[in-house]
């Protein structure tokens, strides 16, 4: 049976055409004020280019959600307005829907369901998610997969590498060569909802002895390559509870501090998409996880190095620190270039320090890190910038994502605690057995 929805030549010219106007403009706006001296209103421009995104759907729109979440990536005003496509992305319609599920399913694909809602709950960059009810009154969730996405990928990670180069062409701080690399593996990966079903596997085995992370069940008779049937969790958004009881934030905080640590730690894993959109809160606080199509594993090496790295932080051990940012598969790290990478990581490490009740970071305004991720940029660019690992993205990124959740709720925990928890007893060659044992039991 031949895909009608596999990557063509005819597919990737009509996406050029559609990308590229939008990000022409961006190019085209952002050369006119810097050599012409056009003067450029950048929020109305921002504005624009995140409209546009949010329109075409696709690769490109999860980029500029990447992109937003990395700091100093691209200027502030395009960070700001991109991050609100991360789960407001405007949804297909009726029709798209029924072709889809007919598609995927059969011709009769709604005999499977008692009903099945007509309004997506959720609309975000590849796909969007529909609340439904099984003949046997299970309530599922279903992500459908936008059209033409294996086709859209080719065009679009064409076009992130000018989008890219349009920023570093006056900003060369963070080489984004590595950057791209771990993108385009991700957003790959991402489009197989089959191999998101076994990543689920992974999660639901990590935490099979916990009852504070819940991962979804899937239904894989009603799910294929682009459509993903899995059990609907109720909960709430973390943000409802800016204002409750500090037992009750502080709760909150552990628990996403293991939902997204305890894999991490014990099997190399990580959950590398920490927005709003991808969790929710039970009655009981505990954490419904959603959306594992940008999962990131680590060799056990990398795992290590960033435990030798706190450590030595915490003795001062410049050449620990040196062979650790190398585990991580930093390269060239002169004196100063170690300096500034060190100012980086005791600022992600100050909160795991000390063994003390304490807040994320002082400060309860701003985004996590904006103004020392700013000082670090600042210095990198004078040293001729720094090519971070493409392993490095996703960690850093969680970090970031998780430290803004934290100062949302005010936390104040010991954090020193936790991490030691996660810590104490480990060891690479075992990770790497629990690692391998939990992949093979997914099926990866």
């Known amino acids: 049976m031949v895909d009608k929805e596999s990557k063509s030549l005819s597919k990737q010219l009509k996406r050029y055409a559609q990308v590229g106007g939008v990000v022409g403009k961006l190019a085209t706006q952002l050369a006119g004020q810097k050599y012409l001296g056009v003067k450029l209103d950048k929020d109305k421009h921002a504005a624009e280019i995140r409209s546009a995104l949010g329109g075409i759907k696709g690769p490109l729109m999860k980029v500029a959600q990447l992109s937003a979440t990395i700091p100093d990536l691209l200027p502030d005003e395009y960070s700001k307005e991109l991050m609100h496509l991360q789960s407001n992305a405007p949804p297909m319609g009726w029709l798209f829907v029924k072709r889809r599920m007919a598609t995927e399913l059969s011709p009769n694909w709604q005999k499977n369901f008692i009903l099945f809602d007509k309004k997506a709950t959720r609309a975000a960059s590849l796909g969007q998610v529909h609340k439904a009810i099984l003949q046997d009154n299970q309530i599922v969730a279903c992500k459908l997969q936008y059209p033409d996405m294996a086709s859209a990928v080719s065009a679009d990670l064409s076009q992130l590498k000018m989008i890219f180069s349009i920023y570093q062409s006056y900003n060369k701080a963070i080489k984004t060569g590595e950057v791209y690399k771990e993108i385009t593996e991700r957003l790959k990966e991402e489009l197989d909802y089959e191999r998101e079903i076994k990543l689920m596997t992974v999660f639901r085995n990590i935490f099979n002895k916990t009852n504070f992370v819940h991962v979804p069940d899937t239904y894989n008779k009603l799910s294929s390559k682009r459509l993903l049937t899995m059990s609907w969790l109720e909960g709430d958004p973390i943000l409802n509870y800016k204002n409750a009881k500090k037992e009750v934030r502080n709760v909150l905080a552990k628990n996403m501090f293991y939902a997204w640590y305890k894999p991490f730690y014990e099997y190399g894993v990580i959950h590398g998409d920490p927005h709003l959109g991808n969790y929710s809160i039970q009655n009981d606080h505990s954490i419904n996880l959603y959306d594992f199509g940008c999962m990131r594993i680590f060799d056990g090496k990398f795992i290590q190095g960033v435990i030798d790295l706190y450590f030595a932080l915490q003795k001062n051990d410049n050449a620990k620190a040196v062979f650790a940012y190398e585990q991580w598969g930093f390269k060239d790290i002169t004196k100063a270039k170690l300096s500034v990478l060190n100012k980086w990581a005791n600022f992600l490490y100050s909160p795991l320090m000390h063994d003390k009740v304490q807040k994320i970071q002082e400060s309860d305004s701003g985004v996590y890190g904006a103004q020392v991720a700013s000082e670090v940029h600042r210095e990198l660019k004078k040293l001729g910038g720094i090519k971070p690992p493409k392993e490095f993205v996703f960690m850093d990124r ?47």
């Open 398 to 444: 969680a970090a970031v994502g998780l430290g803004s959740v934290f100062m949302h709720l005010r936390a104040e925990v010991n954090w020193y605690k936790i991490f030691h928890n996660l810590i104490e007893n480990f060891n690479q060659k075992k990770l790497m057995e629990r690692q391998q044992k939990a992949l093979k039991l997914a099926r990866l």
